[in-house]
T-cell receptor, first 112, second 115 residues
Framework: KAGVTQTPRYLIKTRGQQVTLSCSPI?????VSWYQQTPGQGLQFLFE???????NKGNFPGRFSGRQFSNSRSEMNVSTLELGDSALYLC???????????FGAGTRLSVL | DQQVKQNSPSLSVQEGRISILNCDYT??????FLWYKKYPAEGPTFLIS???IKDKNEDGRFTVFLNKSAKHLSLHIVPSQPGDSAVYFC??????????????WGLGTSLAVNP
């Protein structure tokens, strides 16, 4: 079974731009969660999608949004980028109703 | 407010010895705990988990111990191998939170196993 795939792996943007990150979950997994990882803050939960609906949300501003498609693939969008948005963005999938999440390799976003 | 705390940012052990990674939590509603390890340039990989109805779970060289009264869990790796060198994350969840259930993560402990 293929693992969780995140694209692109690396991204460089400038302040004020917007960015879209993509995540393809493990086949059959209906839950997709997104995390932001920074050195001082660890893994911070952004949101979770399940069957195309946002099921849970972390404490991030509205500039961070996401969606999930009928094939469970998910995208995350960040608008009006700020320098502090530079981080590793991780996507994780799970069958749904389970605690164990399986992670992709992440997208490293650098905002200049 | 850090609900899951890994107070040791780093740990260094000799190959063949035991590695003990610690994790404390503050939320008494947490009832499921997981350990993940992360290599550079990769996403975290699930290692082992434990439910609050148990106090120990073992998988090969990895054992997790849970002390509910102390709100403390630990991961033991015996014997430690150089390939175990990675960042280890502790995570917890409240299974009674329904759709609000989410994993809360510690900041990680960087383990170095020296040959």
């Amino acid at each position: 079974k293929a693992g969780v795939t995140q694209t692109p792996r690396y991204l460089i943007k400038t302040r004020g731009q917007q960015v879209t990150l993509s995540c393809s979950p493990i086949s059959g997994h209906r839950s997709v969660s997104w995390y932001q990882q920074t050195p001082g803050q660890g893994l911070q939960f952004l949101f979770e999608y399940f069957s195309e609906t946002q099921r849970n949300k972390g404490n991030f501003p509205g500039r961070f949004s996401g969606r999930q498609f009928s094939n469970s693939r998910s995208e995350m969008n960040v608008s009006t980028l700020e320098l502090g948005d530079s981080a590793l963005y991780l996507c994780a999938s799970s069958p749904g109703g389970r605690n164990i999440q399986y992670f992709g390799a992440g997208t490293r976003l650098s905002v200049l | 407010d850090q609900q899951v705390k890994q107070n040791s940012p780093s740990l260094s052990v000799q190959e063949g010895r035991i590695s003990i990674l610690n994790c404390d939590y503050t939320n008494s509603m947490f009832d499921y705990f997981l350990w993940y390890k992360k290599y550079p340039a990769e996403g975290p990989t699930f290692l082992i988990s434990i439910s609050s109805i148990k106090d120990k779970n073992e998988d090969g060289r990895f054992t997790v111990f849970l002390n509910k009264s102390a709100k403390h869990l630990s991961l033991h790796i015996v014997p430690s191998q150089p390939g175990d060198s990675a960042v280890y994350f502790c995570a917890a969840s409240d299974n009674n939170a329904g759709n609000n259930r989410k994993l809360i993560w510690g900041l990680g402990t960087s383990l170095a196993v020296n040959p």
